[in-house]
């Protein structure tokens, strides 16, 4: 079982940057891939970024892509996401995840195992 804490959220005006971190514990790192979710007051759950194990291949929602990077730090347990361009649509609270499957639908939430408590992510216009 792995444990996941994320941190890094706040208000921010819309043109700005925030960098979110998931801190993992537990077991390996390395074993699992990641994934970032979000969801906005009275909307679903949605994917925004995910990045393998080794961290060679990422993959981004169309709305986040050019101005969102996930990345890896395996030696420090750790994700993260630097949020570039910040928009008020991209305010909703967001996820980190965790799945050790090596087949998945990585867009869909059900697929990963772990979840973290989430972290508030506000953009003001």
């Known amino acids: 079982q792995v444990q996941l804490v994320e941190s890094g959220g706040g208000l921010v005006q819309a043109g700005g940057s925030l960098r979110l971190s998931c801190a993992a514990s537990?077991?390996?790192?390395?074993?699992?891939?990641m994934g970032w979710f979000r969801q906005a007051p009275g909307k679903e759950r949605e994917f925004v970024a995910r990045?393998?194990?080794?961290?060679?291949?990422?993959t981004y929602a169309d709305s986040v892509k050019g101005r969102f990077t996930i990345s890896r730090d395996n030696a420090k347990m750790t994700m993260y996401l630097q949020m570039n361009s910040l928009k008020p649509e991209d305010t909703a609270v967001y996820y980190c995840?965790?799945?050790?499957?090596?087949?998945?639908?990585?867009?869909?939430?059900?697929?990963?195992?772990?979840w973290g408590q989430g972290t508030q992510v506000t953009v003001s216009s």
């Open positions: 537990g077991r390996t790192f390395s074993n699992y891939a």
């Open positions: 990045i393998t194990w080794s961290g060679g291949s990422t």
């Open positions: 995840a965790a799945t050790a499957r090596l087949r998945y639908t990585y867009y869909q939430p059900a697929p990963y195992d772990y």
